[in-house]
């Protein structure tokens, strides 16, 4: 999937919505990520849709990105090769899992150097 960045999120709640690549769906994650990106704090994470399409997106300066697309099991394993520290947020909407990037450089560069499975 090519780097792509799709109209801005909108705010529910704790959760950011945005629509998935698929066209028809949305994803969310926690708004703390996008805080914390604006914090120049930048991470990775795995989400799904309902179409069974599965993504691993990156939060960078300008918005969340969705860096590639796949099967739930190749996605899950792409992000569990992800080098970095696993975090997780909790809420009233259960908990989140990502890994924080040491750097927005190396975000970039990581992301430069892998291709989708």
């Not at 792509?4 to 945005?18: A, C, D, H, I, S």
């Not at 947020?89 to 927005?104: C, M, T």
Request: hydrophobic fraction near 35%.
């Amino acid at each position: 999937m090519a780097d792509g960045t799709l109209p801005p999120g909108k705010l529910r709640g704790t959760m950011v919505e945005m629509p998935a690549p698929c066209g028809r769906h949305v994803v969310n994650y926690p708004a703390r990520l996008a805080q914390q990106a604006v914090q120049r704090r930048y991470v990775v994470f795995h989400t799904s849709c309902e179409c069974g399409r599965a993504y691993m997106v990156a939060t960078q300066p300008d918005g969340a990105h969705f860096r590639q697309e796949g099967t739930p099991e190749a996605i899950i394993e792409n992000y569990e090769a992800v080098p970095w520290k696993e975090a997780r947020v909790s809420d009233a909407n259960g908990a989140f899992v990502y890994k924080e990037a040491p750097s927005l450089s190396e975000l970039q560069a990581y992301f430069t150097r892998t291709r989708p499975s």
